[in-house]
């Protein structure tokens, strides 16, 4: 089992920053890809960012040039830069173990402002 615990999110204007954050509950080393995904209001979730164990990331196109995911120990990042209203969103962590399991968190609330 994985615990998954983000922080960081909150309200900000657009053209802001925040960075969020991702506390692994073990080593992020016995796990395969992380990445953050998020969910606006009567929208599907979706993925926003990954990183593999050997730090090779992806992002979506809707992010890509504002967004940087990084990882440190049993920390995940993603920092969030040029935000956008269009952003607003409940970002989640989310984790795959080498054994093909998904873990995600309960979730930190973005809100950035026109």
């Known amino acids: 089992q994985v615990q998954l615990v983000e922080s960081g999110g909150g309200l900000v204007q657009a053209g802001g920053s925040l960075r969020l954050s991702c506390a692994a509950s073990r080593s992020i080393f016995s796990i395969n890809t992380m990445g953050w995904y998020r969910q606006a209001p009567e929208k599907q979730r979706e993925l926003v960012a990954t990183i593999t164990t050997g730090d090779s990331t992806s992002y979506a196109d809707s992010v890509r040039g504002r967004f940087t995911i990084s990882r440190q120990w049993n920390m995940v990042y993603l920092q969030m830069n040029n935000l956008k209203p269009e952003d607003t969103a409940v970002y989640y962590c989310?984790?795959?173990?080498?054994?093909?399991?998904?873990?995600w968190g309960r979730g930190t609330q973005v809100t950035v402002s026109s």
């Open positions: 989310h984790a795959k173990s080498r054994s093909d399991d998904d873990y």
